[in-house]
């Protein structure tokens, strides 16, 4: 019986599969361990196409900083339609011990901090940490409008606050992705404690 022919992939598909590919590898080996030869394996494809798609490996990272950005952006935006507010952050770092994207997105991000004199690099991660901010900001602004984040602090400089907790969880996940955000705990127990309004840390009814 003659085997049906594979479908040839498109560019934009093999583009998918290759940025899928390099944000496994690239958060696993880091940039140095990661190898483009790897990477195109680890698509299906050649390495040459690799380079066709992605002039260097400095241009194949900045690619996958921002799909990686827009991908966590999705998944966190799914934690906060699905948490109350007041639980909406913890949820993300919930996600971060359940979801093997959100992982790979943070210690991306943490990995990117030593390559941004690399400038296509540097403008990947500037471009990431501005719509995480923005993000972020927007939602702590909800939070506060629905009486469940205290109105008197700045809900851009909470957002900051928030963001590098989220690095921190990636830190240690890294280093122990059973128990590592555990360490943590108490961490994400005393900025919710800070945020909560004076009528519900007292136990009052909001």
């Known amino acids: 019986m003659p085997v049906a022919a594979r479908p040839r ?27 483009t030869a790897r990477i195109a394996q680890a698509a299906g494809c050649s390495e040459p196409l690799v380079y ?6 400095q241009a194949l990272f900045a690619a996958v900083i921002e799909d990686s950005a827009v991908l966590l952006r999705e998944r966190i935006g799914l934690c906060f339609s699905t948490a109350t507010p007041a639980d909406r952050y913890g949820a993300v770092l919930d996600a971060l011990a359940e979801d093997p994207v959100v992982a790979e997105g943070f ?10 004199d690399e400038p296509e690099i540097a403008s990947a991660v500037e471009a990431s940490l501005s ?15 629905s009486g469940s984040v205290r109105a008197d602090v700045a809900a851009a400089d909470v957002a ?17 992705a059973t128990g590592g955000l555990a360490r943590i705990e108490s961490v994400r127990t005393s900025l919710r404690q800070l945020l909560e309004p ?9």
């Open 9 to 35: 992939l498109t560019s934009a598909d093999r583009r998918v599969a290759i940025l899928d590919a390099a944000r496994t590898i690239f958060a696993k080996s880091g940039f140095h361990g990661a190898s």
């Open 52 to 57: 066709k798609l992605f002039p260097t490996k």
């Open 107 to 116: 210690r991306l991000r943490a990995l990117a901090l030593a390559l941004v």
């Open 131 to 145: 719509a995480a901010h923005a993000s972020t900001t927007a939602s702590i602004a909800d939070s506060q409008g």
């Open 160 to 176: 900051w606050l928030m963001m590098g907790l989220a690095l921190l969880a990636a830190q240690v996940h890294a280093l122990d």
């Open 198 to 206: 004076a009528s519900v840390s007292a136990g009052v009814p909001a």
